[in-house]
């Protein structure tokens, strides 16, 4: 079984709409929660850490499910600049070795 | 500031050679990690370096290794490199071992194509 499993998409939403993505993941012990963006052909980049309490940063707003080990992320008010590929990670339990989902696809259309 | 740099940005290497990948870490950061990114897929855990010490490895054959300088710079070097070693490989760092609050910052990455 993967460490984190996630949905690939493609996602295909008009600009304005919202989308939520989830990812599942396996170690109950696991610390740590992000989800990272990544544009085609470059490195994955911070798009934001998620918390027990859930957590907003401007449009995007991440909740953890500790019970049901799952992860969240709502998109609102989608611009074109959002076309990217979200990664769901997660750190080991030992806090040092992330895991990655294999990434969502997310296309923005005008 | 200069954030993480990898060294080169892309590699073409013919079967059964040998790679040797760099990275520096941001100034200050202790920690280097070193991840293979396969095309389509998310990016996986090769080693982590901290203080110059090794803290972690993935599930990867002994053909891969790495080591980390005073300076905390890094290198991941591959041996008899196979075609499905073509990927992207990314360095991450953090100052600290665990960077549970704030994550790794990668590098733009080396893209290897193997032949």
């Known amino acids: 079984r993967k460490e984190v499993e996630q949905d690939p998409g493609p996602f295909n939403v008009p600009e304005g709409a919202t989308v939520a993505f989830n990812c599942t993941y396996s170690n109950s012990a696991s610390q740590s929660f992000f989800w990272y963006r990544q544009d085609c052909r470059k490195e994955p980049k911070l798009l934001m850490s998620?918390?027990?309490s859930g957590n907003e940063d401007g449009r995007f707003t991440a909740q953890l499910n500790r019970a049901s080990q799952y992860i969240s992320l709502l998109i609102r008010d989608s611009k074109l600049s959002d076309s990217a590929t979200y990664l769901c990670v997660v750190g080991a339990n030992t806090g040092n070795q992330f895991y990655f989902g294999t990434g969502t696809s997310l296309t923005v259309i005008p | 500031d200069a954030g993480v740099t990898q060294s080169p940005t892309h590699l073409i290497k013919t079967r059964g050679q040998h790679v040797t990948l760099r990275c520096s870490p941001i100034?200050?950061?202790?920690?280097v990690s070193w991840y293979q990114q396969v095309l389509g897929q998310g990016p996986q855990f090769i080693f982590q370096?901290?203080?110059?010490?090794?803290?972690g490895r993935g599930n990867f054959p002994d053909r891969f290794s790495a080591r980390q300088f005073p300076n905390y710079s890094s290198e991941l070097n591959v041996n008899a490199l196979l075609l499905g070693d073509s990927a992207l490989y990314l360095c991450a760092s953090s100052f600290e071992l665990s960077p549970q609050g704030y994550g790794y910052t990668f590098g733009s990455g080396t893209r290897l194509t193997v032949v």
């Open positions: 100034s200050g950061h202790k920690s």
């Open positions: 998620v918390y027990s």
């Open positions: 370096y901290y203080e110059k010490e090794e803290r």
